[in-house]
């Protein structure tokens, strides 16, 4: 099999068209083409005039030894279809548990049972199917359900989210995330999207599937369950003390545990720092706002006049750029077609986050707009300064949103001329809790709010639009990473804590689904190569 990239494909291409190229691109007739399989599609907008897919293919030929021998592209090359092995090991003695059951615990749970290891997951809040019914109560106005919420439970925060798989990872691991998200009744687009997304209407399937698979391969999984407690001798993990949603305690035995918690577990960060087992450390992280523009002008500033097209849908953008003051201004889970979310996860806090089903469909697009803070911000060298600033803002933002869970919202024109907003303009708010309209330089410290404001400018001189007056800005977003790092060596155990593994988003390694979950993979491998 060959692989051969950089086939222009126009939007109105068909599969016999994708055919047809590929044999002009190497020269050969289209019937000498065995087979051909799409493995990245990608938009190239570059020239708004002339907007085109980038196509790369594997294709079986003929007589394939002869073409490569006169080929002199180097950019086309012998493949192999991707295949994950799963590295040797023996039987534990005591099952390996988890803590988590996001992406980072999932896959590593998934590996650990593929491997015959029957991992014992826990996970503080509720499984998908409950959790969708808590999480839209509280949406709908009902009470906050602090252990089961958008960052609590099956399939972490990323279950309500646009479900991005794109990462700058090089890591060969996020092909075996692809493949067992497209098993488990993901979208198959995901397997040749430049940008993958499954979309939170099919994430909470994808996810249920993930979970009977581990099931099926002899792994438990405990929803509703709180790591509260860590037994060490010696330097090593002896066992874990949990607790259930009713209020029971019980300790279970292990000699292997995936620290795999969400990046809001922030009693499990102070339980963690109070027991003195492993050492945590202050992490930069971002805060900011979401911005919502229409989605009709994202697609207008993104393709020009194919804006319209069909077969381009919702656009979508990635920004940064670098301040005079030395902080970085970028966009973080870009959303098209989607909503605002309320996402808190402690009682008397706003936190917001962004939401799109797989069609990108809603009439508005949304992204986190942030600014880089690190421990010079923080006020403080505990550990968990960085945390305790999150609070903070979270908590000064539910009281300006007037202590109902509303967000403190403002149209980007009246933020630029630091007035409040009195209206709203073309682009109404889509966070359900509703918005209180004021002046958001009263979330922020002067710098963070100059630095989002210069941010805007020159995020617009890139992609016009951007900073169109009536676009509006929703706060306040904290939680785009971990606020620590729980320091973890070259065998990805706790530098102070054998059989201790401090993975994924929760443990300042990952940024993201795909990252998250190949962070559980690469811990699983740790497990298993320990067991030899």
């Given at each position: 099999m060959i692989r051969i990239p950089e086939i222009k494909l126009p939007l109105d291409g068909t599969e016999q068209d994708l055919l047809r190229y590929t044999a002009k691109q190497i020269k050969t007739d289209a019937a000498a083409v065995r087979s051909l399989k799409l493995v990245k599609r990608s938009v190239d907008a570059r020239n708004k005039q002339n907007v085109h897919f980038i196509c790369t293919v594997d294709v079986e030929l003929d007589n394939e030894s002869a073409f490569i021998k006169r080929n002199t592209n180097p950019k086309i090359k012998y493949t192999v279809p991707y295949e994950y092995r799963l590295p040797p090991s023996k039987k534990l003695k005591a099952r390996p548990v988890i803590a988590g059951f996001g992406p980072a615990g999932m896959f590593a749970a998934l590996i650990l049972a593929q491997a015959g290891q029957n991992p014992i997951v826990i996970e503080r809040g509720s499984a998908v199917e409950k959790r969708q019914k808590q999480v839209t109560a509280f949406w709908n106005g009902g009470t906050l359900n602090t252990e089961s919420n958008v960052q609590f439970g099956e399939g972490g925060a990323g279950t309500f989210s646009d479900g991005k798989l794109n990462t700058g990872t090089k890591d060969g691991r996020a092909g075996k995330v692809l493949l067992e998200f497209a098993a488990a009744g993901a979208p198959k687009e995901i397997l040749y999207?430049?940008?993958?997304?499954?979309?939170?209407?099919?994430?909470?399937?994808?996810?249920?599937?993930?979970?009977e698979k581990i099931i099926s391969l002899g792994g438990d999984i405990y929803f509703d369950t709180k790591l509260t407690g860590i037994t060490a001798k010696n330097g090593a993990v002896t066992g874990v003390e949990l607790q259930t949603q009713n209020g029971g305690t019980t300790a279970l035995e292990t000699r292997r545990l995936v620290l795999a918690i969400d990046h809001s577990a922030r009693d499990t960060y102070e339980m963690l720092y109070r027991g003195g087992l492993v050492r945590i450390e202050q992490k930069p992280f971002s805060i900011g706002a979401r911005i919502e523009h229409l989605q009709t002008l994202i697609n207008r500033a993104q393709y020009g006049p194919f804006a319209d097209h069909p077969a381009l849908g919702a656009a979508e953008y990635k920004q940064a750029v670098h301040l005079p003051n030395g902080r970085g201004v970028y966009t973080f889970c870009m959303c098209p077609g989607g909503v605002v979310v309320a996402s808190a996860s402690e009682e008397g806090g706003v936190v917001t986050n962004g939401m799109s089903n797989f069609a990108r469909d809603g009439k508005n697009a949304n992204a986190a707009l942030l600014v880089g803070i690190g421990p010079a911000d923080f006020g403080d060298t505990h550990p968990l300064a960085g945390m305790y600033l999150q609070r903070r803002l979270e908590q000064h933002a539910f009281t300006l949103g007037g202590s109902s869970y509303a967000a403190p919202a403002q149209r980007v024109e009246d933020f630029m001329l630091g007035r409040a907003s009195k209206r709203?303009?073309?682009?109404?708010?889509?966070?359900?809790?509703?918005?209180?309209?004021?002046?958001?330089?009263?979330?922020?410290?002067?710098?963070?709010?100059?630095?989002?404001?210069?941010?805007?400018?020159?995020?617009?001189?890139?992609?016009?639009?951007?900073?169109?007056?009536?676009?509006?800005?929703?706060?306040?977003?904290?939680?785009?990473?971990?606020?620590?790092?729980?320091?973890?060596?070259?065998?990805?155990?706790?530098?102070?804590?054998?059989?201790?593994?401090?993975c994924g988003e929760g443990a300042g390694y990952a940024g993201g689904i795909v990252s998250a979950a190949v962070d559980g993979i690469k811990c699983a491998e740790q497990i298993l190569n320990s067991s030899l």
């Open positions: 999207q430049a940008r993958p997304h499954i979309g939170t209407d099919h994430l909470p399937a994808a996810v249920r599937n993930i979970r709203f303009g073309d682009v109404m708010p889509t966070y359900q809790r509703g918005v209180a309209l004021c002046n958001l330089s009263a979330c922020f410290d002067r710098e963070i709010y100059d630095s989002l404001r210069e941010g805007l400018l020159r995020i617009d001189r890139s992609m016009h639009g951007f900073a169109f007056g009536d676009a509006l800005l929703t706060t306040v977003e904290t939680r785009s990473s971990a606020p620590v790092r729980i320091l973890r060596d070259e065998t990805l155990q706790s530098v102070t804590l054998r059989g201790f593994y401090p």
